[in-house]
């Protein structure tokens, strides 16, 4: 089915190590972003891309590194995890740099915990 | 800069019958997009409704529907009918339109349980 993916779903990480999130969306979209999801916090942006080779910071980047060297992929990088890490993240995409006229498609997110 | 706040953290409703989430939100700007998103047990973030700022008549999708009172800064969800399928997380979210990127700004989240 088409969509966004996320891979993994889950992960447990210790203080220190690295990751990488992965999000592949096969809409042949534009615009592909990071999200992270605390609870009482809803979502915050974390990075977006409006296309490939083109990245930017969002709201809360410190920490997190990401690269669009294709329009279908949006990893995020994760260089030395902390405990402050540790949230649910979510990426998503859309057709347009108007989200209004086509709504942003979610992948099924990340659950993450650094120990 | 702007804000969206969702002042019930959980709220519950009968099968069947209607339910009314609230959200305001914080801007200067005359022009921009809210929205409603439905977040169920299975994580995935679906739009529920969307309305444009520059709208008068209030956006409804089936048994969705909002309540836009843009003086008051306000943009309530009402849910008609509730259906067991309605439990979920749902998201206030606010966007500017003159931002070259699309920066959605969402709400804290409110816990909608259906009880049958």
């Known amino acids: 089915n088409a969509g966004v993916t996320q891979t993994p779903k889950f992960q447990v990480l210790k203080t220190g190590q690295s990751m990488t999130l992965q999000c592949a969306q096969d809409m042949n979209h534009e615009y592909m972003s990071w999200y992270r999801q605390d609870p009482g916090m809803g979502l915050r942006l974390i990075h977006y891309?409006?296309?490939?080779?083109?990245?930017d910071q969002g709201e809360v980047p410190n920490g997190y590194n990401v690269s669009r060297s294709t329009t279908e992929d949006f990893p995020l990088r994760l260089l030395s995890a902390a405990p402050s890490q540790t949230s649910v993240y979510f990426c998503?995409?859309?057709?347009?740099?108007?989200?209004?006229?086509?709504?942003?498609?979610f992948g099924d997110g990340t659950r993450l915990s650094i120990l | 800069a702007q804000t969206v706040t969702q002042s019930q953290p959980e709220m519950s409703v009968q099968e069947a019958e209607t339910v009314t989430l609230s959200c305001t939100y914080d801007?200067?700007?005359?022009?921009?997009?809210l929205f409603w998103y439905k977040q169920p047990p299975s994580r995935q973030m679906i739009l529920v409704i969307r309305?444009?700022?520059?709208?008068?008549q209030n956006a409804t999708e089936n048994r969705f529907s909002v309540n836009f009172q843009k003086a008051a800064k306000s943009f309530s969800l009402k849910i008609s009918d509730s259906q067991l399928g309605d439990t979920a997380m749902y998201f206030c979210?606010?966007?500017?339109?003159?931002?070259?990127?699309?920066?959605?700004?969402f709400g804290p989240g409110t816990s909608l349980s259906v009880i049958p």
């Open positions: 309305q444009e700022a520059y709208k008068q």
């Open positions: 979210a606010f966007m500017l339109t003159k931002t070259s990127y699309d920066k959605v700004i």
């Open positions: 891309s409006v296309g490939a080779g083109i990245t």
């Open positions: 801007t200067s700007e005359n022009n921009y997009y």
């Open positions: 998503a995409s859309s057709s347009t740099l108007r989200t209004a006229n086509q709504p942003q498609h």
